[in-house]
C-alpha cells in the first residue's frame, strides 16, 4: 500500500514570495507522483505529475516539482506566488501499473494563503 | 482536455429518502470510474471503483448496500445514497480514467447535505 505525507497543513506566505510544499511518499512499488489543486467548492485540477525521466517537472503556471527517489520526496515550489494561487494542494500517488490500480492515494492536502 | 461532469452540484435531501449522483465523461470513454468522498478541510477518501459492465469494488469500511453504483456504460456512473443521514453529508467528487491511460479526470464535485 502507500501513503501520502504533506508535512504542512497550513502555508501562509505573502504575494510574491516563493513558496514550498513538501510531500513525502511511501510505497513498497514504482509510483507515479501528482500534484493537484483545488479551488473552493471545486473539483481537483491537475497541476502537474511525475511518470518518469527527468525528475523536475513543471507546471504551466509557473509550479515546479522534484521527484526525490532517495528521500522518497515530491516537493512543490513556486519562486514567486500570487494571490490568485491560494488553493488547496494535494500530492497524490498511485502505482504506475494499469488498470484499477492506477487508483490514487492522497495526502491530507495544504492549504496555501496568498496575502497580499 | 477531458472533462468530466458531475450533477447535480449540489442536493439537499431529508434523512431518510435517497439521493443519487451522476459522474458522466464528456468527450471520452472511461472503462474506469472512481468515487470519492471529502469532509470539509480533509483529503479525499476512495469510496469504490467502478468498472463499466461489473459490479463496483469498494473499499474497505464502506456499506455497498448504502452507496450502490451502477457504472451502466462507457460515460456514465451513477452514485446512490440510499436511506440517507445526516452523517452522510459531505462532498462528493469522481474521476473518470480513459483506457490507456494512467491519468484521472476529476468531475467538480457534488455537495450533499441531509438535514
Known amino acids: 500500500a502507500q501513503s501520502v505525507t504533506q508535512l504542512d497543513s497550513q502555508v501562509p506566505v505573502f504575494e510574491e514570495a516563493p513558496v514550498e510544499l513538501r510531500c513525502n511518499y511511501s510505497?513498497?512499488?514504482?509510483?507515479?507522483l501528482f500534484w493537484y489543486v483545488q479551488y473552493p467548492n471545486q473539483g481537483l485540477q491537475l497541476l502537474l505529475k511525475?511518470?518518469?525521466?527527468?525528475?523536475l517537472v513543471e507546471s504551466i503556471n509557473g509550479f515546479e516539482a522534484e521527484f526525490n527517489k532517495s528521500q522518497t520526496s515530491f516537493h512543490l515550489r513556486k519562486p514567486s506566488v500570487h494571490i490568485s494561487d491560494t488553493a488547496e494542494y494535494f500530492c497524490?500517488?498511485?502505482?504506475?501499473?494499469?488498470?484499477?490500480?492506477?487508483?490514487?492515494?492522497f495526502g491530507k492536502g495544504t492549504l496555501l494563503t496568498v496575502n497580499p | 482536455g477531458a472533462v468530466v461532469s458531475q450533477h447535480p452540484s449540489w442536493v439537499i435531501c431529508k434523512s431518510g429518502t435517497s439521493v443519487k449522483i451522476e459522474c458522466r465523461s464528456l468527450?471520452?470513454?472511461?472503462?474506469?470510474m472512481f468515487w470519492y468522498r471529502q469532509f470539509p478541510k480533509q483529503s479525499l477518501m476512495l469510496m469504490a471503483t467502478?468498472?463499466?459492465?461489473?459490479?463496483?469494488?469498494?473499499e474497505q469500511g464502506v456499506e455497498k448496500d448504502k452507496f450502490l453504483i451502477n457504472h451502466a456504460s462507457l460515460t456514465l456512473s451513477t452514485l446512490t445514497v440510499t436511506s440517507a443521514h445526516p452523517e452522510d453529508s459531505s462532498f462528493y467528487i469522481c474521476?473518470?480514467?480513459?483506457?490507456?491511460?494512467?491519468?484521472?479526470?476529476f468531475g467538480p464535485g457534488t455537495r450533499l447535505t441531509v438535514t
Open positions: 474521476s473518470a480514467f480513459p483506457t490507456p491511460s494512467y491519468e484521472q479526470y
Open positions: 510505497s513498497s512499488v514504482s509510483v507515479y
Open positions: 511525475y511518470l518518469s525521466g527527468s525528475t
Open positions: 497524490a500517488v498511485s502505482k504506475n501499473s494499469g488498470g484499477s490500480n492506477y487508483k490514487l492515494t
Open positions: 468527450d471520452f470513454q472511461a472503462t474506469t
Open positions: 467502478s468498472n463499466e459492465g461489473s459490479k463496483a469494488t469498494y
